[in-house]
């Protein structure tokens, strides 16, 4: 018996908490952020600007849309350019200063040993074409790294216009192979 009541008075309980959580008759006004954060279908950046964000800081639009594991790379590649870019401009100035020199071997005859009266010097280490080299290997750089802008700018823009697409990625290993499998959904 005193386990009968015990269950009635739960029930009610229940009952009367249940009838008091009604839902909320009054509709707050949604702000504009609200709706453009549920949105899903429009990306955060215009393809147009996420191009130009990218094209500017590499990796900048990636990051904004989500995509941080290319992001992450496009920058990773743009330090290591710019490092490369360095360190090529400092051989160049290393060649340049160091383009009339020339290096002194011996000031003794090494048959007999007595003093040379002219010094046998070898030819210069850094001559006008390595030199011409080495600027060319900044030159080289200096490509690359507006290549690595445009390709950023690129695939920010394919990935702003590709917002709304899902996509499914598939990697089966089989034993005849690998297989890729892609699932678009219109």
Do not use: C
């Not at 500017?56 to 594991?69: C, D, E, T």
């Not at 394919?158 to 892609?182: E, K, S």
């Amino acid at each position: 018996m005193h386990r009968g009541a015990f269950i009635l008075v739960g029930a009610l309980g229940f009952a009367s908490t249940a009838a008091a959580q009604r839902p909320d008759t009054s509709r707050a006004r949604a702000s504009r952020a609200d709706t453009v954060a549920t949105d899903s279908l429009k990306p955060p950046l215009s393809p147009r600007r996420a191009f130009l964000y990218s094209a500017v800081v590499p990796g900048s639009a990636q990051s904004i849309l989500g995509r941080h594991k290319a992001a992450a790379v496009m920058l990773l590649v743009e330090s290591m350019a710019i490092a490369m870019l360095r360190e090529s401009a400092a051989d160049v100035r290393e060649a340049r200063r160091m383009s009339g020199d020339s290096v002194v071997t011996s000031y003794v005859d090494p048959n007999t040993g007595a003093a040379l009266a002219k010094p046998d010097l070898s030819p210069r280490r850094f001559d006008p074409d390595y030199v011409h080299v080495r600027q060319s290997h900044v030159e080289d750089w200096i490509a690359f790294i507006v290549a690595n802008h445009l390709f950023s700018g690129a695939d920010a823009f394919v990935a702003a216009n590709l917002w709304d697409v899902r996509t499914q990625l598939q990697l089966r290993l089989g034993p005849d192979g690998a297989r890729i499998g892609a699932k678009l959904t219109w």
